[in-house]
């Protein structure tokens, strides 16, 4: 196989890092910095900056389909159902066994110690052996909730590794590039996913419900357009002027939308409009060398390598550190939220590292940071070093 074909696009891992960072900020400081938007009356601030740290799951699911799918559609690796489905269960899952066994661990010490105000909040969490392994199987397609709420996208993008043996045969027939029959099936897609939404009303709840969060399988529906413009841009090589196109039509719909959340209720075409704004910007990288250099930088590699183990474990170390800091300041006080996002930012990046470290880096293929545990060591290295690992390990 050709250097070309083993190519590993670098800073689409860079555009991966980014998108771990925006998950890690929703989940520790988007909350009240839209609580302090609203006091001062900026529900559409409000509203624009708690979507967008939250889109960071839309750009891993346009990513996905990007990065998954490219080697078979450029038909530079033939597609094997068993051995794909083997790769990605060894990729998937050890990291996401750690991580649940310390998720449940943390429940254990929430549930099991003095309570505070925060471990009062998960008095309904149930600890029983069968809760977690129906957590190991990760599709959720009732009202189970699990130890880490984060893990709820990672059933989403489960189901669409579930169905890559069916989009690889029909992406594989040759045919150029034709945006009418693009702009079609998204259009179609769009409408069915609206459909499903309707008939699914009832397995398809957005809201808190007696302090549930109710986000099961079905939630799939909300994203097939961002793994089909990852798979489009797997197959085809796009020019800046589609770029712009996707990225106009991004905008438009991402404003009428926050428009529409905040005078109304959620709608999942802030997702939609989320997976145009972020193809845009993959294709930008793509055609943009300047772009692609700061992209590509070893810090940003190496964030984004690490990405996935940050994205299981994070949530986890949080609900940790809130429950710790909850026995130091009152309820939810300024001194326990400084107290609780000093510690519990830096603990959840320390504890990915040793995830990335002693489990997933062991499953991973084509990393070039594998072997640096501290991004300060990174400085060491040439970018030309970086290459030369990708290349042995490709």
């Known amino acids: ?74 038909r530079q690796r ?16 050890p990291p996401y066994f750690a991580a649940l066994v310390f998720g449940y661990l943390v429940m254990v010490v929430i549930k099991t110690t003095p309570e505070t105000f925060y471990s009062h909040v998960w008095r309904w969490m149930d600890l029983k052996p069968w809760v977690f392994l129906k957590q190991l199987v990760i599709l959720n397609f009732n009202h189970t909730t699990y130890y880490n709420l984060a893990w709820w996208s990672l059933q989403v993008e489960l189901i669409f590794y579930i169905l890559v043996p069916f989009v690889v045969p029909v992406f594989l027939v040759r045919a150029g590039l034709n945006y009418f029959r693009i702009a079609l099936v998204i259009l179609v897609t769009i409408a069915g996913s609206f459909m499903l939404q309707q008939y699914l009303d009832h397995n398809y709840p957005y809201v808190y419900s007696n302090e549930h ?31 712009v196109v996707f990225g106009v039509i991004g905008m438009i719909g991402l404003m009428t939308s926050t ?32 772009l692609q250099r700061i992209l590509d930088r070893p810090i940003m590699i190496w964030l984004g390598e690490r990405s996935y183990s940050l994205f299981l474990i994070h949530f986890s170390v949080f609900y940790l550190t809130d429950y710790i800091c909850s026995n130091f300041g009152g309820e939810r006080s300024m001194v326990y939220g400084v107290l609780s996002r000093v510690i519990g930012i830096p603990l959840a990046f320390l504890a990915a590292m040793l995830l990335f470290h002693f489990v997933e880096r062991k499953q991973a293929r084509g990393l070039v940071t594998d072997k640096i545990f501290w991004p300060w060591q990174l400085g060491k290295l040439r970018k030309g070093a970086l290459e030369e690992n990708a290349r042995k390990q490709a």
Do not use: W
């Open 259 to 290: 428009y529409y959340v905040v005078h109304h209720d959620y709608t999942p075409f802030i997702n939609i409009s989320y997976s145009f704004i972020y193809t845009s910007v993959i294709l930008f990288a793509f055609n943009c060398p300047g």
């Open 78 to 93: 033939k597609f094997e159902t068993i051995d794909y489905f083997i790769r990605r269960l060894k990729r998937i899952y």
């Open 213 to 243: 969060v109710f986000l099961n399988a079905f939630r799939f529906i909300d994203y097939p357009v961002s793994f089909l413009l990852g798979v489009y841009m797997a197959k085809y090589d796009f020019k800046k002027s589609a770029a």
């Open 1 to 74: 196989m050709s250097d070309q074909k083993k190519q590993r696009f670098h800073f689409l891992d860079g555009i991966r890092g980014i998108a771990s960072l925006l998950i890690v900020i929703h989940h520790s400081l988007s909350g009240a910095i839209y609580k302090f938007l609203m006091a001062h009356h900026l529900p559409f601030l409000a509203v624009s900056e708690s979507y967008f740290t939250q889109s960071g799951v839309v750009l891993f699911f346009v990513l996905s389909g990007i990065v998954l799918l490219r080697p078979y559609l450029r």
